[in-house]
């Protein structure tokens, strides 16, 4: 069973790498901070979908690490 959850683990570890390094850079600097603020204000610059697929794989992804990472922990 450990071993089955620690493969588990690992392939969930490589999606969220996978899935963090596919999102795009949110700023440039700081006027990257300051447009940027105004574009997500205003709603002129909306996520595109692949983008919006990546923050979710890695949101899933994220939690199911935290998951197995505790369930890892308790197990003996």
Do not use: D, N, Y
């Not at 690992?10 to 790498?17: G, H, M, Q, S």
């Amino acid at each position: 069973m450990k071993t089955f959850l620690m493969v588990l683990q690992f392939v969930v570890c490589l999606a969220l790498i996978g899935s963090v390094l596919l999102q795009p850079g949110r700023s440039a600097g700081l006027s990257g901070a300051i447009a940027g603020g105004a574009e997500q204000l205003f709603g002129k610059k909306k996520a595109k979908k692949s983008e919006a697929v990546a923050s979710k794989v890695s949101t899933v992804s994220a939690i199911l690490f935290f998951i197995l990472s505790v369930t890892l922990a308790v197990t003996k």
